[in-house]
């Protein structure tokens, strides 16, 4: 009898114990067919952190700042020449997207020069601990970060790629795209033809900017149709002020690469 009851205190300390973030994505992780092994390895990671500096960086997004002093964090001469010559580096990958998609190349050149300033940056956190720390801290977000959890852990289980190893956005984004999860995986595109979707290959991440603002409303028939252009990017980010440096990036590189 004592054993028993031994037994069940243990069973019981066990239980209690398993991490509450791991609990919340368990059963939907493995609906997606990701196995239970690969899910206890990632989730007894010694790397796992509650990074505190996520919750100070939600609490004052950049997007909520005016206009002027968000435009003056993106739409700069130096990331203007950065893209410049990023654009004669990379001219003949971003034209065949373009006529891929229909996308303008000017659009999805400033895209990736807001989101990561051209590759230079990708990121602080790994984009495990990012949605860790919003599951576990952040009430409000936990329904969508756990959707989030499930999406990463699905595509790296599906690749075969740690999921500790990816550093991204406080948000979760990632890539030099900074696709969050769910997106990466609805709307990521093979643009080299290696049969794999790479966040940090640019042709790849071309062929994703390009097939997510079609996807997402952008006007391949016309493309001076200034209102659906500003929705595809808007889907990007949810943000005007977002939007609005985007194009006006975008119009100073195509003026700055023609101006010869």
């Given at each position: 009898?004592?054993?028993?009851?031994?037994?069940?205190?243990?069973?019981?300390?066990?239980?209690?114990?398993?991490?509450?973030?791991?609990?919340?994505?368990?059963?939907?992780?493995?609906?997606?067919?990701?196995?239970e092994?690969?899910?206890?390895?990632?989730?007894?990671h010694d790397?796992?952190?509650i990074?505190?500096?996520?919750?100070?960086?939600?609490?004052?997004?950049?997007?909520?700042?005016?206009?002027?002093?968000?435009?003056?964090?993106?739409?700069?001469?130096?990331?203007?020449?950065?893209?410049?010559?990023?654009?004669?580096?990379?001219?003949?990958?971003?034209?065949?997207?373009?006529?891929?998609?229909?996308?303008?190349?000017?659009?999805?050149?400033?895209?990736?020069?807001?989101?990561?300033?051209?590759?230079?940056?990708?990121?602080?956190?790994?984009?495990?601990?990012?949605?860790?720390?919003?599951?576990?801290?952040?009430?409000?977000?936990?329904?969508?970060?756990?959707?989030?959890?499930?999406?990463?852990?699905?595509?790296?289980?599906?690749?075969?790629?740690?999921?500790?190893?990816?550093?991204?956005?406080?948000?979760?984004?990632?890539?030099?795209?900074?696709?969050?999860?769910?997106?990466?995986?609805?709307?990521?595109?093979?643009?080299?033809?290696?049969?794999?979707?790479?966040?940090y290959?640019?042709?790849?991440?071309?062929?994703?900017?390009?097939?997510?603002?079609?996807?997402?409303?952008?006007?391949?028939?016309n493309?001076?149709?200034?209102?659906?252009?500003?929705?595809?990017?808007?889907?990007?980010?949810?943000?005007?002020?977002?939007?609005?440096?985007?194009?006006?990036?975008?119009?100073?590189?195509?003026?700055?690469?023609?101006?010869?």
């Open positions: 009898m004592g054993r028993l009851i031994a037994l069940f205190i243990f069973c019981f300390l066990w239980a209690g114990s398993e991490d509450s973030v791991l609990i919340a994505v368990k059963s939907g992780a493995i609906k997606k067919g990701i196995s092994s690969f899910l206890n390895e990632t989730f007894s790397g796992i952190t990074q505190n500096k996520i919750l100070d960086r939600f609490a004052k997004p950049y997007e909520k700042r005016s206009w002027t002093d968000y435009r003056k964090l993106f739409v700069t001469d130096s990331r203007i020449q950065k893209g410049t010559e990023f654009y004669a580096q990379n001219k003949k990958s971003l034209n065949t997207v373009s006529l891929q998609f229909g996308v303008n190349p000017f659009l999805i050149l400033s895209i990736v020069g807001v989101e990561s300033n051209y590759g230079q940056h990708r990121g602080q956190f790994t984009v495990f601990n990012a949605l860790y720390t919003q599951i576990a801290k952040m009430p409000r977000r936990k329904k969508w970060a756990t959707k989030e959890m499930i999406a990463y852990l699905e595509y790296c289980y599906s690749d075969s790629i740690s999921p500790h190893s990816i550093k991204g956005s406080y948000a979760g984004a990632f890539g030099y795209g900074q696709f969050i999860p769910s997106s990466f995986n609805a709307f990521a595109a093979d643009g080299n033809g290696d049969g794999v979707r790479q966040p290959e640019w042709a790849d991440v071309f062929a994703s900017v390009g097939n997510y603002l079609v996807k997402n409303g952008y006007p391949v028939s493309q001076s149709d200034e209102k659906q252009v500003y929705q595809s990017v808007y889907a990007y980010n949810h943000a005007d002020n977002y939007v609005k440096a985007v194009l006006a990036l975008r119009d100073e590189l195509k003026q700055n690469v023609f101006k010869d």
